[in-house]
């Protein structure tokens, strides 16, 4: 008998990116709502819908008392009989880092998923990619890529990880400054203490957080039965259930407390959680963590039910 | 020899018993292997695993189940055996073996060889010479030989299809022995005592120091008899073995071989015969070639019939080429009813006596059968007499005519008084006699006497001293009803009333059939010649039956049979059961006479002491198989369990449940489903010709012309109307017929409106038409044009050419003008004419033979049938033709309303001489039957 789940091959970049770009194609062209961060370098074109600093005309309204003379708008005043101030819409660029955990235990496809975990981590990183860079976002990967804000930030961010691959484990996050915005995509099966303890100091810098955890439909629902061997594909530990199907209830009540701890933890620390199943579609937790990183608060995305 | 003894053939085997406590060790340490998953979230199932779900050793009852299996293997492969032979021979004498090898050790031959073979063996082992002689065989040696010589002719023999010849085969044995005194003497008996009752106490009497009765085979049962009755065949069976009630199935086959009739027999218990019946038609049981028992493989299990069931073919002759029209009348006509079912009839097809009689005489017939021959002519008395001589059968019916023939006639079985006797009438006081009783020499005896047979009219023979011996049957006051002679091989038979229901009843009851048939049956099979000697004297073995049943074509030790008159044959060594003759004919020659019971050896009142001791082979029985499919089956269950402890059934219980509702689903959906085989012998069209039989129908011939078809459609009209109103006929509306397509039989008349100007009708319509008036419709042509008559030669329209060109095609009869007694002038209305819308044609029909004989005062004319035509000139649809209020349509010539009433009239008259035919003609004698009656 043909076992459920089998370890896959690492999936080449240029195929996981050509796949990122459809699924990306997918998703409308929004903006990103950034959070007030006082001095952000580089100014990018990214309109906030505000008053500020810009190059689109944003609006006209009528000079008061004490601002600059030089900040009138002469033709628009020379029209009637009142003063007119020219102002700009506030334009500013967010640098926001993505992370995917391409761990041996990623590397993992059971025939009720569709695609291995790693490669749907990869897509849903690089469609991120794509729309942010999109959005003139600077995109960012912790030890692959310095943050840079181009159309292309996608196709880079492939080359990149295609010279540097990504290791495993949560990621080194010293260069990382000042307030942006994370995304961290992985399976995320260490003791949800393990992950709290290197999470938590990140969210105390002041980074925004998003976790997607992806995992298989034979991690969820566990479909084995009769005598099994079990093999964890980091490890190498081996576990022998001699009758498989009545571990069902147990381990389905200790994978999701897992999971809702994990999920409780994150949200109290302000960050946001979203579980993904490889048989459901990538496009789901894209939206999912646009929605999140666009400031809207994805209403239906508690508990992991997509 | 005791019964529970139990040897191992190969017991070295049964120190690998040894090994099974090494065996439990393993299988004790070995788990099932698990089924390796890849699984990432190991640690969280860590967290939840129990660790007493995983037993690393078997269960208990798992290892013991499989040292069971081990255990059985091993003692499988040692072969224990129960109850093995031990060698038991006298060695004070040589061992004499008597065999039976008759019919009924057919079916365990190999297993009485065993025995011998056994019993040889023996012999061998304890260095004796061996006296080995079958029973069955033609020639016997009892000489004593060596173990190795009577291996080799035990290798040799073979069942026979015979019953055993035991004294022939003593005689030789005793005369072997020469006085020595046989140590063993074992008789390997087929159980069936043959004749002679003292076969044990001969073989007791050779004083051996031992003797064994071995087998017996009381399996064995043999048909005796069988017999075609009247409605199917009783086959007589007879067992040895009386015990148990029993029922075996008999099946009947043809000469090829092919089963086709099924029957059984029913023993009750203690009853050694009983009587089967295979019932099946008389045309079936005419193919019968051999019976067998069902399962019983054997000469005597099977039955062969010879050609003596089959049909004859019989030739008739009558004096008189009546009118076949009038069949009733005919004397074949009964002889004809009566025996087709059971014979093949042959009828001469030349009216000429002399060219008749030797044309049906090269044809062979068994039977010849002359109804009312007074007289042949001079050159055939001499084949039928030469062919009575070979074996035929000749059947005379009296008659005026052999009532009238002179005294002097050879082919009569009787001398006849010249003249016939009539019983009953105004100048006779005698009464009209019934039949007596079949007399018991009669091969009618029997029958019942039948009931309501009055003789009227007979010829007499003139009496003679033998006269009764010769009467097979009589009236009641003594007279002969059918007398007999034989004549050389063959027989002539006389009835004395005529063929047909004129001088009695008889030909009309069914007596006369049941009495002709068993004629036939008297009669000899297989054809009779004129020419030549009587058939061969011997029959050469054509198919001979061997042991097991089956007909070969072996024949080469068989002798020629001799037919004996005295005594029926009897199969012995020369003659062995089979066919013998040839392909043409045969007889069937069958193992056991008529009536044989089989009865086993007697054995009671024996003074000699002997032992009686089962065939070999069926008590000694080896354990080996058994113990394989106890070890299979428990490698089966082992499997099993197995398969369940690894999860498999929870594994595939969804898709088991899925298959179950798809079997469920299909078993409701096959066992729904419609029976959609019923056979469709529906065609297009069939619901226009069940349209247009529920009523009556008028019919006419579309011309083409749209005027013609429309006069010829409203002139239907309007007289179906007039039918309607006047009659009890109630037609349909009229029909315009395509000639050349559509069915015309519907129809009984159909109006042709002859045009000039439409298209001539092709010949295959007219071979249409032709074909339906000689089937019995008729059509009516109407020329409509009155002014040029059928004869007017020269000067005749357009239209009569016409209807003359279609005429020139059909067959039709000769023609005369209606004349004033036909039955067309009366049939509903009393008509002198019959106009249409002119009125000077007259209607011709079919001219009546004018025989003279007919009283011309009498108001109409018998006859019988219809006109198949009719031909006018006066137009009748023109006359009756009416609009859809009823109105005319066309003025008649000269403008007459009286003549289109009488146009009606006509067309009524004339429906109804198609409907009624002749009925009218009788209803038009009413008045002058009432008046004779005097009322």
């Keep these: 008998m043909a076992s459920i789940g089998h370890i896959v091959e690492r999936t080449p970049s240029g195929e996981v990116l050509s796949r990122a770009q459809m699924r990306a194609r997918l998703i409308p062209d929004c903006m990103v709502e950034a959070k007030r961060i006082a001095n952000t370098v580089i100014s990018g074109w990214h309109g906030r819908r505000k008053r500020g600093i810009g190059e689109n005309f944003w609006q006209f309204r009528p000079y008061s008392d004490g601002e600059s003379l030089t900040r009138i708008d002469w033709r628009r005043s020379a029209r009637d009989d009142h003063t007119y101030v020219r102002d700009r819409e506030w334009e500013a660029a967010h640098t926001i880092w993505l992370w995917a955990d391409l761990s041996p235990s990623m590397m993992y496809k059971s025939r009720f998923g569709s695609v291995s975990k790693e490669s749907r981590a990869l897509v849903l990183m690089l469609a991120l990619a794509e729309i942010l860079a999109r959005s003139g976002e600077r995109i960012g990967c912790p030890g692959v890529m310095e943050p840079l804000s181009a159309r292309n930030a996608a196709e880079r961010l492939a080359a990149a990880l295609m010279h540097t691959p990504l290791s495993g484990g949560l990621p080194e996050t010293g260069m990382i400054r000042g307030w942006s915005d994370l995304v961290l995509i992985g399976d995320f099966l260490d003791p949800a203490d393990k992950i709290m303890a290197r999470l938590g100091p990140l969210a105390r810098r002041g980074f925004r957080g998003h976790v997607v955890e992806i995992a298989d439909p034979a991690e969820e629902t566990f479909p084995y039965a009769g005598r099994t061997e079990f093999t964890d594909p980091e490890t190498g530990?081996?576990?022998?259930?001699?009758?498989?199907?009545?571990?069902?209830?147990?381990?389905?009540?200790?994978?999701?407390?897992?999971?809702?701890?994990?999920?409780?933890?994150?949200?109290?620390?302000?960050w946001t959680f979203t579980p993904h199943r490889t048989d459901h579609l990538a496009s789901e937790a894209l939206v999912a963590v646009h929605m999140y990183l666009s400031g809207m608060p994805a209403r239906a995305t508690h508990g992991g039910q997509l | 020899m005791s019964l529970l003894s139990l040897v191992f053939a190969n017991p070295m085997m049964l120190a690998a018993l040894v090994a099974l406590p090494a065996i439990w060790w393993l299988l004790r340490l070995t788990p099932?292997?698990?089924?390796?998953?890849?699984?990432?979230?190991?640690?969280?199932?860590?967290?939840?695993?129990?660790?007493?779900?995983?037993?690393?050793?078997?269960?208990?009852?798992?290892?013991?189940?499989?040292?069971?299996?081990?255990?059985?293997?091993?003692?499988?492969?040692?072969?224990?055996?129960?109850?093995?032979?031990?060698?038991?021979?006298?060695?004070?004498?040589?061992?004499?073996?008597?065999?039976?090898n008759s019919w009924a050790t057919a079916p365990d031959w190999e297993r009485r060889v065993n025995t011998a073979d056994a019993l040889i063996s023996d012999a061998e082992s304890r260095d004796l010479p061996v006296s080995i002689l079958f029973t069955a065989d033609r020639e016997h040696n009892a000489t004593p030989t060596s173990p190795d010589e009577a291996r080799n002719r035990l290798a040799a023999a073979a069942p026979q299809p015979l019953t055993p010849d035991r004294k022939a085969a003593f005689?030789?044995?005793?005369?072997?022995?020469?006085?020595?005194?046989?140590?063993?003497?074992?008789?390997?008996?087929?159980?069936?005592?043959?004749?002679?009752?003292?076969v044990m106490t001969d073989l007791a009497s050779l004083s051996p120091t031992e003797l064994r009765l071995i087998g017996g085979s009381p399996e064995a049962v043999a048909i005796t008899t069988s017999a075609n009755e009247a409605d199917a065949m009783i086959i007589s069976v007879s067992r040895l073995d009386t015990s148990g009630a029993r029922m075996l199935p008999l099946t009947a086959y043809d000469i090829r071989g092919r089963a086709i009739a099924n029957g059984s027999v029913s023993f009750n218990a203690g009853e050694g015969t009983a009587k089967g019946m295979i019932a099946a038609p008389f045309e079936l049981r005419n193919d019968f070639s051999r019976i067998g028992i069902d399962g019983q493989a054997t000469a005597g299990g099977t039955y062969l019939l010879d050609d003596g069931f089959r049909r004859r073919r019989v030739?008739?002759?009558?004096?008189?080429?009546?009118?076949?029209?009038?069949?009733?009348?005919?004397?074949?006509?009964?002889?004809?009813?009566?025996?087709?079912?059971?014979?093949?009839?042959?009828?001469?097809?030349?009216?000429?006596?002399?060219?008749?009689?030797?044309?049906?005489?090269?044809?062979?017939?068994?039977?010849?059968?002359?109804?009312?021959?007074?007289?042949?002519?001079?050159?055939?008395?001499?084949?039928?007499?030469?062919?009575?001589?070979?074996?035929?059968?000749?059947?005379?019916?009296?008659?005026?005519?052999?009532?009238?023939?002179?005294a002097n006639d050879p082919l009569v079985p009787v001398t006849?008084?010249?003249?016939?006797?009539?019983?009953?009438?105004?100048?006779?006081?005698?009464?009209?006699?019934?039949?007596?009783?079949?007399?018991?020499q009669s091969p009618f005896a029997g029958m019942p006497r039948p009931e309501g047979i009055l003789v009227k009219r007979q010829v007499l023979a003139e009496p003679t001293a033998d006269l009764t011996a010769r009467t097979w049957a009589s009236l009641a006051d003594g007279t002969p009803l059918v007398t007999t002679k034989t004549q050389g091989a063959g027989r002539i038979i006389l009835f004395h009333v005529s063929a047909e229901a004129t001088w009695s009843?008889?030909?009309?009851?069914?007596?006369?059939?049941?009495?002709?048939?068993?004629?036939?049956?008297?009669?000899?099979s297989g054809g009779v010649a004129s020419e030549g000697a009587p058939k061969g004297q011997t029959l050469a073995p054509y198919r001979l039956l061997n042991a097991n049943g089956v007909l070969v074509g072996e024949t080469a030790r068989a002798r020629p049979l001799e037919p004996r008159t005295d005594a029926a044959p009897v199969a012995d060594a020369d003659h062995p059961p089979g066919l013998y003759g040839s392909e043409e004919g045969f007889t069937a020659l069958n193992l056991l006479a008529p009536n044989t019971e089989l009865k086993p050896?007697?054995?009671?009142?024996?003074?000699?002491?002997?032992?009686?001791?089962?065939?070999?082979?069926?008590e000694t029985v080896s354990l080996k198989p058994a113990l394989f499919t106890i070890a299979l089956m428990l490698a089966l269950i082992d499997t099993l369990v197995v398969l369940f402890m690894a999860g498999t059934f929870s594994r595939i219980r969804l898709s088991g449940a899925a298959a179950a509702v798809a079997f469920i689903a299909a078993i409701s959906v096959a066992t729904m489903l419609p029976d959609v085989s019923r056979a469709d012998d529906s065609k297009p069209g069939d619901e226009n010709i069940l349209a247009r039989l529920d009523k009556t129908h008028l019919a006419y011939v579309v011309t083409g012309e749209a005027d013609v078809d429309r006069i010829s459609e409203r002139g239907l009209a309007g007289l179906t109307d007039f039918l309607t109103y006047r009659t009890t006929l109630e037609p349909g509306p009229p029909v315009g017929l395509d000639i050349a397509r559509d069915e015309l039989s519907f129809y009984s008349l159909i109006y042709w409106p002859v045009s000039a100007n439409a298209p001539m009708p092709s010949p295959q319509a007219i071979s249409r038409v032709d074909a339906y008036m000689r089937a019995g419709g008729t059509v009516l042509f109407d020329t409509r044009d009155q002014f040029n008559s059928l004869s007017g030669g020269a000067s005749s329209s357009p239209n009569a050419e016409r209807l003359q060109a279609i005429l020139a095609d059909l067959d039709i009869p000769p023609l005369e003008p209606v004349p004033a007694d036909n039955v067309l002038t009366k049939s509903f209305y009393l008509l002198s004419s019959f106009p249409g819308r002119y009125a000077g044609s007259p209607l011709w029909i079919e001219a009546h033979p004018d025989n003279g004989t007919e009283d011309t005062g009498r108001p109409a004319r018998t006859g019988d049938g219809v006109s198949p035509i009719m031909i006018t000139g006066n137009d009748l649809a023109g006359a009756w033709a009416i609009d859809a209020n009823g109105a005319p349509l066309l003025p008649t010539v000269p403008p007459d309303e009286m003549q289109r009433e009488y146009a009606f009239r006509a067309g009524v008259n004339i429906m109804m001489y198609m409907l009624t035919g002749n009925y009218k003609a009788d209803q038009v004698h009413i008045p002058a039957l009432l008046e004779r009656l005097g009322q």
């Design chain 1, 237 to 270: 530990d081996k576990l022998t259930a001699g009758r498989a199907e009545i571990l069902r209830e147990d381990y389905r009540r200790a994978y999701f407390a897992r999971r809702d701890a994990l999920g409780a933890d994150l949200r109290h620390m302000g």
């Design chain 2, 32 to 100: 099932p292997r698990p089924v390796t998953e890849a699984f990432p979230p190991l640690r969280i199932l860590a967290s939840v695993l129990r660790r007493e779900e995983t037993p690393s050793k078997s269960p208990w009852w798992l290892t013991l189940l499989r040292m069971l299996m081990a255990a059985a293997v091993i003692l499988a492969i040692a072969d224990p055996v129960l109850n093995p032979r031990a060698n038991t021979l006298s060695t004070t004498g040589p061992l004499v073996l008597v065999i039976d």
């Design chain 2, 171 to 198: 005689t030789v044995l005793s005369t072997a022995l020469k006085g020595t005194t046989p140590g063993t003497v074992a008789f390997i008996s087929d159980g069936v005592a043959s004749g002679e009752n003292d």
């Design chain 2, 315 to 406: 030739a008739l002759l009558s004096g008189e080429t009546r009118d076949q029209s009038q069949p009733l009348l005919s004397p074949l006509y009964y002889i004809n009813r009566a025996l087709a079912p059971y014979a093949d009839l042959v009828q001469p097809n030349e009216a000429d006596l002399a060219v008749a009689i030797p044309e049906l005489l090269s044809q062979k017939p068994s039977m010849l059968i002359m109804a009312d021959i007074g007289r042949l002519p001079e050159e055939t008395y001499g084949p039928i007499g030469k062919w009575i001589d070979n074996g035929g059968t000749l059947i005379r019916f009296a008659g005026p005519r052999l009532a009238a023939a002179p």
């Design chain 2, 416 to 440: 006849l008084r010249q003249g016939e006797r009539a019983l009953g009438g105004a100048l006779s006081w005698a009464e009209p006699q019934p039949l007596a009783d079949y007399p018991a």
């Design chain 2, 505 to 524: 009843n008889l030909p009309i009851s069914g007596a006369f059939v049941e009495m002709l048939r068993r004629s036939v049956q008297l009669s000899r």
């Design chain 2, 601 to 618: 050896i007697a054995t009671e009142g024996l003074d000699v002491a002997y032992t009686s001791e089962p065939l070999l082979g069926a």
